[in-house]
């Protein structure tokens, strides 16, 4: 083995080492800036996160009124609350959490029943026994560069909702697995058998679409 071969691991650890440690820093920042109702840190991470926080909420409740009012309500509740922020976590792990629960909330005001309920827990989410290999494409990886994305956003809104917050979470907000579990409140196992499962069911609604789409320009 070279030199450079041999070395090369040792960089990209140290690379994602140091990645890391640039997230657990800004982490505490934005952590201490919240503690201190600092509004220019709010106004920084409302636009930086809108974006992402509305289409999470959009995927989550299908309803564009809904989701503008719980948008609104959820930096009221990161302004009020943001102490209880201690920067251990990625913050946009912490605010996602927060749009999940003003959902569960908005659920049970509306229909006595939480976001929970809806995702009830039956056979289909138990652990699987296998798994996707990490180097297997995602129909999202083979989308990825098709300029017709509203195709993914279609698909995706005919998924359950369970499994359509996992992959939105995982493909979209490029959360990890453990921080999807925190956010859902959910076990790993539990999370890791909503997106295998997503992944399989929204796989045939793609590719379908690609092939309607192929004859379309044919």
Do not use: C
């Not at 952590?31 to 989550?60: C, N, P, S, T």
């Not at 959820?74 to 912490?94: E, H, I, K, P, Y």
């Not at 908005?106 to 699987?128: I, W, Y």
């Amino acid at each position: 083995m070279s030199l450079a071969a041999s070395i090369r691991p040792l960089f990209a650890h140290s690379s994602a080492t140091i990645a890391d440690e640039q997230v657990r820093q800004e982490s505490l920042a934005v952590a201490a800036g919240l503690k201190r109702q600092d509004a220019g840190l709010l106004d920084e991470l409302i636009v930086r996160y809108q974006h992402r926080l509305m289409r999470y909420l959009l995927y989550l409740t299908g309803d564009r009124e809904l989701t503008e009012d719980l948008f609104q309500e959820v930096w009221m509740r990161v302004l009020v609350r943001g102490a209880q922020f201690n920067g251990q976590a990625r913050f946009d792990t912490w605010l996602f959490t927060i749009a999940r629960n003003l959902v569960i909330d908005q659920r049970r005001k509306r229909t006595l029943a939480s976001l929970d309920q809806l995702f009830e827990v039956s056979e289909d989410d138990r652990p699987m026994a296998f798994e996707i290999a990490d180097d297997e494409p995602t129909p999202f990886d083979r989308f990825s560069n098709l300029e017709d994305r509203e195709r993914i956003a279609i698909a995706l809104m005919e998924l359950d909702t369970i499994y359509r917050e996992v992959l939105v979470l995982r493909f979209h907000e490029e959360l990890s697995l453990e921080e999807i579990a925190a956010v859902t409140r959910a076990p790993l196992s539990t999370v890791k058998s909503r997106l295998y499962r997503g992944l399989a069911a929204i796989k045939p609604k793609l590719t379908r679409s690609r092939g309607w789409w192929q004859e379309m320009k044919g």
